[in-house]
């Protein structure tokens, strides 16, 4: 089986958990590999825990990311930590808060987008240009400036 | 074309490139999203009050000689059952079929049911797709099955199959089918239900469905993987990913259409493995229906019917490991928005002692700390009646307390019979309806509902009044108000109801603060 790659993104409902996750797939999607992206809807949107994950290779079959085999694991909030954290593997990597310049945010609800530039930071194989382009795709021109300084703050950790 | 999509949008593009006339139905987790998706790619679409009359709606247009989409989550196809098994035998001249998303591990329902057991009970050919694709394949296919039989035709997903995204080809895109133009011809020998027809239309139907397990039985609906000979595994929907995950090295009889099954197939996969294992969410649908055909298989054992499975499930399904599965630290709850116009009803329900019969919806949450405010909570539209059943039987002092409580958009799907009953077998103390009028279906992402005064696709539409319709039915009182600007006399009305014999509403209106926020973006305010 040829191997496929896990990324899981965790927080709370409203931190845009899922745009990040939307974000990567659409950049894998275009790099031309297999991807697929799962999460669970519904009542995330009253403040709850939110969690999504995205796998891709050249071949992937199911949506979900089995326990312990989690390669990336970005969290959002740190309260989250524990809950997601059975999904990592032993010598994943962990991607929170405390590794990016939140100092530097230039609004609070841009976390998710300076994390997701330290995310692509660990994923060389998909150009910084790629990212840069499927976040743009994914909110409205009037917040592309500020999204792209956020992003490459995070990456250029 | 291909693209990146979840099960939901590539029904909801299959449904468009197959020609679907109408799609209807009654939003619900996690089905919500195919129609609005729909209406959005150009397709007609409405919400109807409850999926029952979603249902009969896409039947009348289908009885025209058009194609029609009705969409629900599981609880809602019981709500729909009564036309569901009637269609069944008529049968409809344009093509008609029903999505069920089934909510496997209850991410957000009040029961797990498998919705499979329906297309056995009422005699409806049944697909379950597996990926995004297969949603668009499979709902193509369905199609032309039920053009072909003229019979309604099920299409079961599930919470992952709906909102997984994966990668699609839409095949039909830029080339859809063109709609049928809509006539109606007379033919009440197939459309009129009295017993003497049905007879016919029963028989038929039964003779019709043993055609389709031989048009299954060809091999266009399932798929083959010859791995080792030791351990054979049968299954069906998302489960199928995670078998493949889970034990790469097995063989595999993976069937997109699950009725009428292919079952002389399934007997000869099975001949050909020392070990044939059942691998499926839910119930045991496809093992009873595999056993009852004399063929020997294994089941799953026990504590895989509980919740979705997973590959890290499946594995341990297979090695018929029964060790506890760990039970990770519990997530933070989703719990009521700060702001929610709900909060301060639930405190004053709480400050008084009331006993609260709930429902279905975002309230629901007010059983939650720090409100603990709801004592009941059945099903859509359960809140009224469930309540008059309490006020019937409670002692006097008991009796008084109780109060229903039901969401605008649940008001108008199964409450207004509740209204009905109240006023029709009064309890002795009256009784207190709470109408929780929040302009919108908040709880399944804000859609429209005939109350709101626009349609699916938020164009103006007439606003049915909560207040006139349980006037007209008769109630003693109808009071509007909003209970986080007026709550102190909001408390006070509801006491004085609670203190008198009358049957009462009253309705607490304040839109949801997510609806209002997501209306002026649309520029609908």
């Known amino acids: 089986m040829s191997k496929v790659t896990n990324i899981i993104a965790a927080g709370l409902g409203g931190q845009g958990v899922l745009k990040i996750t939307d974000i990567l797939a659409d950049v894998i999607f275009r790099a031309g590999l297999d991807v697929k992206k799962s ?5 995330s949107q009253r403040g709850g825990s939110v969690s999504s ?17 989690g390669d990336i694991l970005v969290v959002l909030d740190i309260s989250q930590l524990e809950v997601a954290r059975p999904v990592l593997k032993a010598d994943g990597i962990l991607i929170t808060p405390e590794d990016v310049p939140t100092d530097k945010l230039s609004n609070p609800k841009a976390l998710n987008v300076m994390l997701l530039g330290a995310l692509s930071a660990k994923l060389p194989e998909f150009p910084e240009e790629l990212f840069i382009a499927a976040l743009q795709k994914a909110f409205p021109e009037k917040l592309h ?11 250029n950790q | 074309m291909k693209l990146l999509a979840s099960g939901n949008e590539a029904v909801a593009m299959a449904a468009l490139d197959c020609g679907v006339t109408l799609g209807c139905g009654y939003p619900g987790t996690p089905s919500s999203e195919i129609l609005d998706e729909f209406s959005k790619l150009g397709g007609s679409a409405e919400w109807a009050p409850n999926e029952k009359c979603a249902l009969e709606v896409a039947i009348g247009a289908a009885y025209t000689g058009v194609r029609a989409l009705a969409t629900m989550k599981h609880v809602g196809l019981n709500v729909a059952a ?8 008529s049968g409809t001249p344009g093509g008609l079929v029903v999505i069920s998303a089934d909510d496997p591990g209850m991410a957000s329902s009040q029961n797990e049911q498998d919705n499979r057991r329906y297309a056995v009970s009422a005699g409806v050919p049944m697909f379950e797709p597996a990926d995004s694709q297969e949603c668009y394949d499979f709902l193509c296919a369905a199609f032309e099955l039920a053009d072909k039989f003229r019979s309604p ?10 909102h997984s995204q994966c990668i699609v080809e839409r095949r039909f895109a830029g080339k859809p089918m063109a709609e049928k133009a809509a006539s109606f011809t007379r033919d009440p ?17 039964r003779a019709d469905l043993a055609a389709m397990q031989k048009i299954n039985e060809a091999g266009e609906f399932f798929s083959v993987v010859n791995g080792s000979a030791d351990l054979g595994i049968i299954t069906s929907g998302i489960s199928y990913q995670h078998v493949l995950d889970a034990a790469p090295e097995v063989s595999v009889f993976k069937i997109g259409m699950t009725y009428p099954l292919p079952i002389e197939a399934i007997r000869k996969f099975a001949a050909g493995v020392k070990r044939c294992l059942i691998v499926e969410e839910g119930d045991s649908f496809l093992y009873e229906q595999i056993m009852a055909a004399g063929i020997a298989v294994e089941n799953k054992p026990e504590a895989f019917r509980f919740g979705e499975l997973n590959v890290s499930r499946v594995r341990k399904l297979i090695a018929g490991d029964l060790t506890p599965e760990p039970a990770g630290a519990p997530g933070k709850p989703p719990q009521l928005c700060p702001g929610c116009p709900h909060r301060k009803t639930f405190e004053v329900l709480r400050d008084l002692g009331c006993i609260v019969s709930g429902d279905i919806g975002c309230y629901t949450l007010g059983v939650m700390p720090p409100f603990n405010a709801i004592d009941s909570c059945v099903c859509m539209g359960a809140s009224v009646t469930v309540g008059l059943g309490m006020r019937h039987t409670l002692p006097e002092s008991e009796a008084r307390k109780v109060v229903s409580v039901i969401g605008d958009s649940t008001f108008l799907h199964t409450g207004i019979n509740g209204i009905v009953e109240m006023v029709y077998n009064r309890p002795a103390t009256g009784h207190v309806v709470l109408i929780l009028d929040n302009r919108i279906t908040a709880m399944t992402g804000c859609q429209e509902n005939p109350a709101t005064g626009r349609k699916l696709d ?4 007439y606003a049915v009044s909560l207040e006139n319709i349980v006037k007209g039915i008769g109630v003693d009182n109808c009071d509007v108000i909003d209970t986080t600007l007026e709550t102190e006399k909001f408390a006070e009305l509801l006491k004085t109801r609670l203190a008198s014999n009358d049957c009462s509403v009253i309705i607490a209106r304040r839109p949801c603060i997510l609806a209002m926020a997501k209306m002026a973006k649309m520029g609908k305010n």
């Open chain 1, 39 to 43: 999460e669970v809807h519904g009542m």
């Open chain 2, 189 to 205: 020998k197939s459309n009129v239900m009295v017993p003497a027809f049905a007879k016919l239309a029963h028989k038929r139907l």
């Open chain 2, 458 to 461: 938020h164009t103006p539409a």
């Open chain 1, 53 to 69: 994950e995205v796998r891709f290779g050249d071949k992937v079959n199911s949506p979900m990311v089995p326990a312990g085999e």
């Open chain 2, 153 to 162: 035709v099920l299409f079961r997903m599930t919470t992952r199959v709906c």
């Open chain 1, 145 to 155: 400036e500020a999204n792209e300084a956020m992003f490459k703050l995070g990456r």
């Open chain 2, 82 to 89: 009564d036309p569901f098994f009637t269609i069944a035998y």
